[in-house]
């Protein structure tokens, strides 16, 4: 289900619904382009416990911001009842247009001046159904990124010079322990009460920080 991410970065209040007793959820829109036209979407719906409630995807035309924004939208149209909903995705197009531009786009009917001609905008037809399902749910979205910092172990042996390098590595801290197990009430790590900290409290939000390395070492 979901993938622990490096980075949590930018989270947004897209729209801010006021519901009581609501159910939150971890919503995590995913797609992938096999060409320029058409690819595959996937979205994973979670409790805020954890538990998985849904998970689908399919393949479909449309190039990569076409693809991710179809998994928000049947995500979002996947929930039964007002909830809150934190959603994730590494798609730049998608979180920045869900709190940047869509408000623009609803006050001009979704569509724009080209030319001296008044068009639909990119992916209109999808656009005003996420409009519509953000007038149910209140959502909150972060833009997730990751990078390949290491590719593991070398299956060559290590040269005389490497072993050299290894040695003068300094280590300030020992490293810690296996962690004893988790608690079965509310959230399960660290990551996902962080991230669903502005569903659940009772005043104002706070503005967020970055998630770091440290806050999952003192998940343990």
Request: hydrophobic residues 30%; proline residues 5%; neutral net charge.
């Amino acid at each position: 289900m979901l993938n622990t991410p490096s980075t949590v970065a930018n989270a947004r209040i897209t729209t801010v619904h006021d519901t009581e007793k609501c159910s939150d959820y971890l919503l995590v829109c995913e797609a992938t382009a096999s060409s320029l036209t058409e690819g595959t979407w996937r979205f994973s719906l979670e409790s805020s416990d954890g538990e998985p409630v849904f998970d689908a995807g399919d393949s479909d035309l449309g190039d990569l911001n076409r693809l991710t924004l179809l998994a928000a939208v049947r995500g979002l149209e996947s929930i039964d009842g007002p909830s809150s909903v934190t959603l994730l995705s590494h798609n730049r197009y998608l979180v920045r247009s869900l709190s940047d531009s869509l408000p623009r786009w609803r006050e001009n009917n979704f569509v724009w001046e080209h030319f001296g001609r008044r068009i639909d905008v990119q992916h209109a037809d999808l656009w005003r159904r996420v409009d519509r399902a953000l007038c149910i749910h209140r959502v909150e979205a972060c833009l997730v990124s990751s990078r390949l910092v290491s590719v593991g172990a070398s299956p060559t042996t290590p040269s005389a010079e490497e072993n050299q390098n290894l040695s003068n590595i300094r280590i300030d801290s020992p490293h810690r322990g296996p962690g004893g197990p988790r608690g079965s009430n509310g959230p399960t790590d660290q990551l996902r009460r962080w991230l669903l900290r502005g569903n659940v409290s009772d005043g104002p939000q706070e503005s967020r920080r970055r998630f770091t390395a440290k806050d999952l070492i003192e998940s343990r």
